[in-house]
């Protein structure tokens, strides 16, 4: 499967954005998908994962309540809903996917990912 990323840009603290990652092929509801981070010098951390269905959820206790994950199977699409930004949210954020059940927080656990796009929250 291909991943593209988009929706990233320049915000300020407090706003919100949302993130699109639109997947090729026609399998996407039989793969799992997440959303990780990367600022610079820093590792990729895990931000929010989503099941086959959509019927569960996990997230960072970091982006807990501010942001959501939903996806669209038949637009093979998962998004990423960030609210109350804040500046330590800025990255670039990737979507990935993996061909399991269960979702993963370590970044090897999967096998596609997208190309990134930037977050950028000012205070």
């Known amino acids: 499967v291909q991943l593209q990323a988009s929706g990233g840009g320049l915000v300020q603290a407090g706003g919100s954005l949302r993130l699109s990652c639109a997947a090729s092929?026609?399998?996407?509801?039989?793969?799992?998908m997440s959303w990780f981070r990367q600022d610079a010098g820093k590792e990729r951390e895990f931000v929010g994962g989503i099941s086959w269905s959509g019927g569960m959820t996990y997230y960072a206790d970091s982006v807990k309540g501010r942001f959501t994950i939903s996806r669209d199977n038949a637009k093979n699409t998962v998004y990423l809903q960030m609210n109350s930004l804040k500046p330590e949210d800025t990255a670039v954020y990737y979507c990935?996917?993996?061909?399991?059940?269960?979702?993963?927080?370590?970044?090897?656990?999967?096998?596609?990912w997208g190309q990134g796009t930037l977050v950028t929250v000012s205070s």
């Open positions: 990935a996917a993996r061909s399991y059940r269960a979702i993963s927080t370590a970044n090897h656990d999967y096998s596609y």
């Open positions: 092929g026609r399998t996407f509801s039989r793969y799992t």
